[in-house]
T-cell receptor
Framework: DAKTTQPPSMDCAEGRAANLPCNHS???????VYWYRQIHSQGPQYIIH???NNETNEMASLIITEDRKSSTLILPHATLRDTAVYYCIVRVHNFGNEKLTFGTGTRLTIIP | NAGVMQNPRHLVRRRGQEARLRCSPV?????VYWYRQLPEEGLKFMVY????????ESGMPKERFSAEFPKEGPSILRIQQVVRGDSAAYFC???????????????FGNGTRLTVT
């Protein structure tokens, strides 16, 4: 799996949009970009994933650059409950190679 | 729909005892993954199973650890002769796929926290 690079920590004011960057410059054509978050002591929570088009769901938006070498997760109106560690992961969709490999992520703190 | 259920939530074992961790995947999911998270560290992949088969065990310690996912019933992660270094949170995830190439995201349970005294 391609490696990802994320800033170790970020702050965001409550109510503002949180923009979390991720670099995955060695991503290959069949690898998807996934975002998960882990709120203290809970299991990782799936947020969103995409291949090359931008994606949006009820939780967040995912913007993937045209060359696919980087992406940004956007939480449009951050709340205190969004404080968590956010993981950007690339995952290939081939049988036998389904696992997610977690890095160190970005610790996002929402400031009241 | 119930998500991934793990039990027990907390497990205390003395050194040398056995620990059995259970994971019931999301209904209809046939893929199960186990991860370990040491205190203040990231999640490390251990093993990936599909009904009755181990697909990838590249993250499993070679000794004392085993996993199964029988045709009926939950997946079990078994740790024999536990040591203090086994103290960690163990997370299970599940997913499903089809022959058309669809892959679902992994959905995680809230983990079992194992403490070895």
């Amino acid at each position: 799996d391609a490696k990802t690079t994320q800033p170790p920590s970020m702050d965001c004011a409550e109510g503002r949009a949180a923009n979390l960057p991720c670099n995955h410059s060695t991503i290959s054509g069949n690898e998807y970009v996934y975002w998960y978050r882990q709120i203290h002591s809970q299991g990782p929570q799936y947020i969103i994933h995409g291949l090359k088009n931008n994606e949006t769901n009820e939780m967040a938006s995912l913007i993937i650059t045209e060359d696919r070498k980087s992406s940004t997760l956007i939480l449009p109106h951050a709340t205190l409950r969004d404080t968590a560690v956010y993981y950007c992961i690339v995952r290939v969709h081939n049988f036998g190679n389904e696992k997610l490999t977690f890095g160190t992520g970005t610790r996002l703190t929402i400031i009241p | 729909n119930a998500g991934v259920m793990q039990n027990p939530r907390h497990l205390v074992r003395r050194r040398g005892q056995e620990a059995r961790l259970r994971c019931s995947p999301v209904k209809g999911h046939s893929h199960v993954y186990w991860y370990r998270q040491l205190p203040e560290e990231g999640l490390k992949f251990m093993v990936y199973l599909q009904k009755e088969n181990i697909i990838d065990e590249s993250g499993m310690p070679k000794e004392r650890f085993s996993a199964e996912f029988p045709k009926e019933g939950p997946s079990i992660l078994r740790i024999q002769q536990v040591v203090r270094g086994d103290s960690a949170a163990y997370f299970c995830a599940s997913s499903h796929s089809n022959t058309g190439g669809f892959r679902s995201p992994l959905h995680f349970g809230n983990g079992t926290r194992l403490t070895v005294t």
